[in-house]
C-alpha cells in the first residue's frame, strides 16, 4: 500500500479555487494566526447545532488541500462519520461547481482515515496508540488530528491536565487538533464573548475557540483567536444543514445524510409530538424536547426545561396571538409559556410539519396553528398534514398549496400538531420518515 506522508501534491487545484473557499475555516482568514501543530481549536455549540458537520468540514478543507487528517470519533459508528464525509463532499462539489469531483473524492479518501470508537473517552494513551496503528500499517502520519464527542465533564484540574497532555501527544507527532465541545442552556449566554462552560476552565489552553449560533442559517463567531484580547466580529453564515458558508444566490443544501444526523424539535406532547418523537428514536435521530418546570410532557428524550429568561425570549402578547390566529385562547401562564415553547422549536428548525386542520381563514386549528403562524413569520418551509383532507399542503407564501408527500431535507425540524392524532395522521408521519430516510438505513 502507498505510503502517506503529511502533505501530496496534486496536478490538479480546482479545489482550491472552489471546495475550500465554502469552508467554515475562512473566519479565520486575517485572524493572528491559524492553528499550528500542538494548537487546538474548538468549535462549541448546543446539541444538535452542527458541531460534526463542522469538524468535518475542517477535515475536507485540510486533506483537500494535501494534508492528512484523522478523525477520531467518540461514540459514534464509522459508518456515520463516512457518511457524513460523503454528503457533505457531494454538496460542496455541487454548490462550488467543482470540476474534477472524482478525482477530488480520491484525495480526500487517500488524505483521510477514519477511526471511531463506541465510547466518549480520548486518553493520551488512545490517542498515541491510534496514530502508532496508521503509521505502521499504512505509513500514515497525521498533519491534523479531529476529534469528536469529547467528554469534557472531568473536573477543571483534571480537565487541564488532560487536554495539556492531549495537545503533548499531538505536537509529538506534528499534528494540529480540532475538537467539539457541547453546551448547554443554562451555562452559555445567548451571544457569549469568551470561551464558555464545558471549556472555561481550559481557556488558557485554547488557541482558537469558535461558536455556532442557531438563527436562519448558523451564525458562526470568533470567541478566542490565540492571545488577542478582543477577537474581531464575523458576519460569516453558514448553511444549517452542512456548515458550509453560504453565498448569494445559494439553494437550499441536498446533502443525503444519514437520519443519525438530524434532530427533532418538540414539545414532547402526547398525540402528535409523541408520534414525531417514537419516529426519531425509531430512526435514530437525535430529540429534543422544549418544556418548562411544572410541565410534564410525555416524552422525555432529550427534555430541556427552559428557563424563564429563556421563555421569555419567546414571549409574546395574547393579543397579537388572538389578531394572528383570529381566535382567543386561555389566558392562563401555563398556556403563554406553551407557546413560548413553541418560539424555541420553530426558531431553530430548518423547516416546520404539522398535523392538524387548515380551517377557511388559512390558519391551523388549536394552539399549535402558532407554530404554523412563526413558521409564515420566520419564512420556514411549512407542511401541514390536514387530518380532514387527508393530504398534505404547503405555504407558498400567500395560499396553501396541495403538495405530494414531502420528506425531511433540513438537519433539525420542528414536528408538531394536535393532541387529537387520527390513523391518518400517525400514517402520514411514519410515511414521512419511511420516504425521507428508508432507503438510507
Not at 494548537?39 to 462549541?44: A, E, I, K, P
Not at 410532557?297 to 427534555?303: S, V
Request: hydrophobic residues 40%; charged residues 25%; aromatic residues 8%.
Amino acid at each position: 500500500m502507498e505510503p502517506r506522508g503529511k502533505s501530496r501534491n496534486t496536478e490538479s487545484h480546482v479545489h482550491k479555487n472552489t471546495v475550500s473557499e465554502r469552508s467554515p475555516l475562512r473566519i479565520l482568514d486575517g485572524s493572528m494566526g491559524e492553528v499550528h501543530d500542538g494548537d487546538l481549536g474548538v468549535v462549541m455549540a448546543r446539541a444538535g447545532v452542527g458541531k460534526t458537520a463542522f469538524l468535518v468540514q475542517v477535515g475536507i478543507d485540510h486533506a483537500l488541500r494535501g494534508e492528512t487528517v484523522l478523525h477520531l470519533a467518540l461514540g459514534q459508528t464509522l459508518e456515520h462519520v463516512r457518511a457524513w464525509y460523503d454528503a457533505l463532499f457531494d454538496d460542496l462539489a455541487s454548490a462550488s461547481g467543482l470540476v474534477e469531483r472524482e478525482e477530488s473524492r480520491n484525495e480526500l479518501n487517500t488524505n483521510r482515515v477514519i477511526q471511531a470508537f463506541t465510547d466518549a473517552t480520548l486518553s493520551p494513551k488512545r490517542l498515541e496508540e491510534s496514530v502508532r496503528l496508521y503509521q505502521e500499517s499504512l505509513g500514515f502520519e497525521p498533519a491534523l488530528i479531529i476529534v469528536d464527542g469529547f467528554d469534557w465533564s472531568q473536573a477543571g484540574s483534571e480537565l487541564g491536565c488532560l487536554i495539556a497532555q492531549i495537545k503533548d501527544s499531538a505536537k509529538k507527532v506534528g499534528a494540529k487538533l480540532w475538537m467539539s465541545a457541547q453546551t448547554h442552556r443554562d451555562d452559555v449566554p445567548t451571544r457569549p464573548t469568551g470561551v464558555t462552560e464545558p471549556c472555561k476552565d481550559v481557556a488558557d489552553q485554547i488557541e482558537i475557540a469558535v461558536f455556532l449560533e442557531p438563527r436562519k442559517h448558523i451564525g458562526i463567531r470568533l470567541l478566542k483567536d490565540h492571545d488577542a484580547k478582543h477577537p474581531r466580529d464575523t458576519e460569516l453564515v453558514l448553511d444549517p444543514d452542512t456548515m458550509r458558508l453560504i453565498k448569494d444566490g445559494d439553494r437550499p443544501s441536498a446533502a443525503n445524510l444519514p437520519a443519525s444526523a438530524f434532530t427533532l424539535l418538540s414539545g414532547g406532547a402526547k398525540g402528535s409530538e409523541a408520534t414525531f418523537g417514537e419516529m426519531a428514536e425509531r430512526y435514530g435521530m437525535t430529540e429534543v424536547c422544549f418544556s418548562f418546570a411544572g410541565r410534564t410532557p410525555l416524552r422525555t428524550r432529550g427534555l430541556v426545561e427552559l428557563a424563564p429568561d429563556d421563555l421569555r425570549r419567546g414571549a409574546v402578547s395574547s393579543l397579537y396571538v388572538e389578531s394572528q390566529l383570529h381566535r382567543t385562547f386561555p389566558a392562563d401562564e401555563a398556556f403563554q409559556k406553551v407557546l413560548q415553547t413553541i418560539w424555541h422549536q420553530v426558531t431553530t428548525a430548518g423547516e416546520v410539519f404539522v398535523i392538524g386542520a387548515i380551517q377557511e381563514d388559512g390558519t391551523v386549528r388549536g394552539g399549535t396553528g402558532w407554530a404554523a403562524e412563526l413558521a409564515k413569520r420566520f419564512e420556514k418551509p411549512l407542511y401541514v398534514f390536514d387530518q380532514g383532507r387527508q393530504s398534505w399542503l404547503t405555504w407558498s407564501g400567500s395560499r396553501w398549496v396541495n403538495i405530494a408527500a414531502p420528506t425531511i431535507r433540513h438537519t433539525r425540524f420542528c414536528g408538531t400538531g394536535t393532541v387529537r392524532i387520527e390513523k391518518t395522521g400517525r400514517q402520514a408521519i411514519a410515511q414521512l420518515f419511511a420516504d425521507s430516510f428508508g432507503k438510507r438505513e
